[in-house]
């Protein structure tokens, strides 16, 4: 199917791997924490609450779904982990009105409201240096008795020569047989000792290499210790008043643990409603609101206050360049009324612009400051969080740019305060591009105007302001769109819509029951399609380290005059984007 539309062959292959594994749980959260919509998970702290605690009253959550473990102390260890998706699809209806234009038919594609809870495993590995380190005491007491064999051996061969020829001298020969059976046999016993030590270290050699080969028995039986695995979904189709569903994993090592069992099918049912309520979070929110809609405030503003001579428009523009313009076609062609595309394929895609307005309450300047935000929502020190790992890593080189550009400007905190063109960029960002989000933050516990400061006054302040603005346009959007394709395109992975409302709390599921809700063929196709699209890119898309030639990080843009100092800092900063990863 992604050969008629376009895609790459390679990602035709990845979109492939993922459809083979993306029933395994570890998968499932694994495409949460580094997917396109990696910015909802949050760490729960002091204790569950509110859904999460009546649900572990009612034992909805086993014991066995946390490894045996005390639900409090994986809380206190801070390895449990939820996303809430339920506040956002509040009050948005059911789609389905164009599904006639693409299937054919009339259908209802239902909203479902779906939070999951996640557990992180706890290591119990047996640490690779630990065994090395017996290795190495092994090996030394091991020499250690090879030297003192040979000082034996040397020593014992000293003595029956000198004892030989001494008997040889006798005249006796009797004394001489005598002798020389007398040295032989106490020979004898010392070989025996010997091969009874070599012997003992032969079985410490077999203890040893038993006891590495149940290290790799247990890591290969606990490859997913420290990872995050889902263990309960919470699903409430509100808009029909149903009453809410909680679904855990089944028992693994059981027949529940089979894929074709009830059990596990309603596990994989209640992870598709969670993934296809992630997906319309993640188009509008995510992917439009933030990595879009937000970036077309700071271009209009910058367009609107800061002269082309100015030197923060000289930072700025290249990042904004095309912004305004790719969001207007989006508005005409993508989320119009009445050239609404997701609608044709997106459970809530008939109900965008309410979408739009929740997924809006949750932007914050706060949660944009990227080292800040990962250490609010408790994921510093999550392993394997490759999402944070890079991010952070990209934020501390464009944060270090930034800080030698404005240096290049600004001399003091008085050059910051009186440049009143930069003020009022400031100023309008907050005051008319977010002033109708007062209401909102408001609600949210937020600072008015989304958080966005209102002026500025300290070089510091500067630049984490203008790394915030760059870091969105630049390298948050790329993380959460050009691989949408392979973590959304494929849809029993992760569907855009459903035909069936969730399953009551003792319903049977089986294998029909989920081709029946999963969507037709058609929007299927719908899905590669959009996906494909977004996930490519634009002509008038720059990348700093695509070539040497045009490699200057935050070139001057077209038309620009460019000081030998700029130049010499892009320069410096542009070797440091080649070089990461290396």
């Not at 210790?225 to 809410?244: A, M, Q, S």
């Not at 937000?294 to 503003?301: G, L, Q």
């Not at 944009?368 to 510093?380: A, C, I, N, S």
């Amino acid at each position: 199917m992604g050969e008629l539309v376009g895609w790459l062959k390679t990602d035709i292959k990845d979109g492939l791997k993922v459809g083979e594994i993306f029933q395994d749980d570890t998968e499932f959260a694994r495409q949460i924490i580094q997917g396109p919509n990696s910015t909802k998970l949050r760490q729960i702290k002091g204790g569950l609450f509110g859904k999460w605690y009546e649900a572990n009253e009612k034992g909805m959550l086993p014991k066995y779904a946390i490894d045996g473990e005390d639900i409090e102390d994986v809380i206190k260890d801070g390895r449990l982990f939820e996303i809430l998706n339920s506040e956002v699809l509040d009050g948005i209806g059911h789609g389905g009105k164009a599904s006639k234009l693409i299937t054919g038919t009339d259908k209802t594609w239902y909203v479902v409201q779906a939070d999951c809870l996640l557990y992180q495993r706890k290591s119990t590995k047996v640490e690779e240096k630990e065994v090395e380190k017996e290795q190495e005491q092994q090996q030394e007491q091991e020499q250690a008795q090879e030297n003192e064999n040979e000082k034996a051996i040397e020593k014992e061969d000293k003595e029956k020569k000198e004892k030989n020829e001494f008997d040889i001298s006798l005249s006796s020969s009797s004394t001489y047989q005598f002798s020389t059976t007398a040295t032989s046999g106490s020979t004898n016993t010392w070989v025996d000792k010997v091969e009874e030590k070599n012997t003992e270290k032969e079985k410490e050699k077999e203890k040893l290499i038993e006891k590495k080969e149940k290290v790799i028995e247990k890591e290969e039986k606990e490859k997913n210790e420290d990872l995050l695995v889902p263990v309960l979904i919470r699903l409430e189709n509100k808009n029909d008043g149903e009453k809410e569903t909680f679904w855990h994993p089944p028992e693994q090592g059981t027949v529940r643990d089979s894929k074709t069992d009830p059990k596990h099918l309603s596990w994989l049912l209640a992870k598709m409603y969670f993934r296809c309520a992630d997906w319309g979070i993640y188009s509008i929110g995510t992917h439009y609101a933030r990595a879009h809609a937000m970036n077309e405030v700071f271009a209009t503003s910058m367009y609107r206050n800061l002269p082309s001579a100015h030197p923060l428009f000289r930072l700025l523009q290249p990042h904004f360049q095309g912004i305004i313009g790719i969001n207007m076609q989006a508005r005409a062609n993508l989320i119009a009324p009445d050239q609404n595309a997701f609608a044709k394929f997106m459970s809530s895609g008939d109900n965008l612009p309410d979408l739009l307005v929740n997924c809006c309450k949750e932007l914050d300047y706060k949660s944009m400051v990227v080292p800040d935000d990962f250490e609010t929502r408790g994921l510093k020190d999550l392993p394997g969080y490759f999402f944070r790992d890079d991010t952070v890593a990209l934020w501390g080189i464009l944060k270090g740019y930034i800080e030698e550009m404005v240096s290049l400007s600004y001399f003091s905190e008085d050059d910051v305060t009186k440049d009143e063109e930069l003020q009022k960029f400031v100023e309008e960002i907050k005051e008319i591009g977010f002033g109708s989000f007062e209401r909102a933050g408001a609600e949210a516990g937020a600072e008015a105007g989304a958080g966005f400061p209102k002026c500025i006054t300290t070089k510091e302040k500067l630049v984490e302001y203008l790394t915030v603005l760059i870091f969105n346009v630049s390298i948050f959007h790329t993380s959460v769109n050009f691989k949408v394709n392979k973590y959304l395109g494929y849809l029993p992975n992760a569907p855009p819509s459903l035909r069936l409302t969730p399953p009551a709390q003792d319903d049977v599921i089986t294998m029909e029951r989920i081709m029946e809700t999963l969507p037709q063929y058609e929007v299927a196709l719908a899905t590669v399609v959009v996906t494909g699209i977004l996930g490519s890119f634009s002509p008038i898309e720059r990348f700093y380290v695509a070539t040497k030639a045009e490699n200057k990080l935050g070139y001057m843009g077209e038309n620009m005059a460019v000081s030998v100092e700029q130049e010499a800092v892009s320069k410096v900063w542009s070797r440091t984007w080649r070089n990461i990863g290396m």
